[in-house]
């Protein structure tokens, strides 16, 4: 039994590629899987902040690559999931510090104790890009319902089909369900008909996600967050069960779409 | 004719290495490393468009051959090549391309084949994927695209460009002047679409229902029909 490597990536910054890795990690952990995350950001490490593990840290990903650290020194236990790890980035590098191979590497190192390596994608396309598709068996692309996002995915997708690790599966992030009912905000059939991939999971925008990130308590922890839902499903859909899709918006309650008819709008 | 197997010249924005198509492969790219390596600091961090003339370049080969520059310190930016193969190898490892028919021009001149019963047709270059944001596609010919052109792709043909697909990125036919050039489309939907020097624009959002058009030139603008 070896880990699957799913790297999460986006091209474009702020889509939610590290609150996606985050999630899923937990999620993941929750599940029963054994999970480490690998942040790859180098020079603008956030993983470790997203996850609450900010002050655990001795060693990072550069201190393993140029043999200061063993592996099992840099992987920081999560505080309340045994079974989660995270290999944070390094703070004061850049990317070039890494090489794909180191990646390759590292990652063939924790296969067999693992059943998820995760890795979290800097943003952009040039060497850190490199660095985290070269391990993965499998590519996750966070994208948001806008333009520019979208065509930032489009521009990655190409570019993992010419490295041979595409096309990859999408995870539409903050999607708000009033804005796409406006014709204001992209659809996912709209996002499906450019790129032309499969799509893993929807995640709605969802105010819990921002303070959660904050305090080092990813949303999945949460019981009532829509978000920490999808990134529950989409963990279940990369373990390859299958799960339906969330309806995009909370069913109303009788009152509520009362008032809709009546008063043609409320939020 | 020609004094050297590879010759090493210094371009707008980096280098044109042009590599002997006759000679042996091995020996040219042994040769390439060496005269890389003469003035490797030189050379260093340049961008490099390789000219392999009328050579079938394999990707394996091409493959290779990107990384003798990358050792170097050199990144291979573009392929120049007659033969499709080239391209095609070049595609894969999305490298810009840019194809040189000279075969075309050159087989023209036989004279004897004037009343022959076949067709000669003219040269042109076929890509059989969508092309993403960000890839681009030069042809001295025509080109012909089985897939989609996403938004932020881009398509340059001296000739007519055909889409067998949805045409969103930026197309450019007849971009060597050629005001006869067409460009066609199952779904014409571009960013901006040029005619030899006219340059259009399709009208935005008109929640248009796809239909095969095409785009020519008539009184001096662009206009768009259906294709029939």
Redesign the interface.
Known sequence: MTAKVVTVTSGKGGVGKTTTTANLGVALARLGKRVTLIDADIGLRNLDIVLGLENRIVYDLVDIVEGRAKLRQAMIKHKTLPELYLVPAAQTRDKTAVSPQDMITLANQLRQEMDFILIDCPAGIERGFRNAVAPADEVLIVTNPEVSAV??A??I???L??ERKGPGRLILNRVKAEMIRKGEMLSPDDVTD?L?IKIIGIVPEDEYVVPSSNSGNPVTLMENSRAGKAFHNIARRLMGEKVPFLPLEEKRGFLQQLGRLFGGGGA | MRDQMVSIKGINDGLHIDLDPEQEWNVVTAELASRIDQQAAFYAGAKVTLDVGARPVRRDELTSIKALLDRRGLTLACVQSESQTALDAATALDLRIIALNAAATSNNNDGAAAYSSEEDGTLGVMVRRTLRSGRTIHSRGHVVIYGDVNPGAEVVAGGDVIVWGRLRGNVHAGADGDTNAIVCALDMTPTQLRIAHMISTSPPDKRHKAKPEVALVRDGRIIVETWQ
Do not use: V, W, Y
């Open positions: 065509r930032d489009d521009r997708i190409g570019l089909e010419a450019i032309g």
